[in-house]
């Protein structure tokens, strides 16, 4: 009876730890969701000035381009700016 109650008792810790675990991941995740809107504000923000200088640049053009075909709904699955492996 005593082994089982030993188990039961370890059960319980371990199951604490995992909650604990848990909940810190969930925390780290909202926190980083939280900071990649942030930083995705900053860069649609850092984006419309550039645009309104009216650089002409081979780089700009492509990001104007990609902003439009964005908000068409047709960007394509590969652009110059996507880090996603290619299938063979």
């Known amino acids: ?4 109650l030993d188990v039961l008792r370890a059960e319980n810790v371990l199951l604490k ?3 604990a675990l848990s909940e810190q991941r969930y925390q780290e995740i909202k926190r980083l969701k939280k900071e990649n809107e942030e930083l995705k504000k900053q860069l ?10 009216g650089t002409d640049s ?3 053009h492509n990001i104007k381009r990609q902003q439009t075909l964005k908000h068409d709904g047709r960007l394509p699955l590969s652009t110059p700016f996507s880090f996603t492996e290619k299938k063979k």
Do not use: G, H, R
Not at 1 to 4: A, H, I, S, V
Not at 45 to 50: A, E, I, R, S, V
């Open 17 to 19: 730890e995992l909650a």
């Open 58 to 60: 081979w780089f700009m």
């Open 1 to 4: 009876m005593q082994n089982e």
């Open 44 to 53: 649609e923000q850092m984006t419309k000035q550039l645009f309104a200088q």
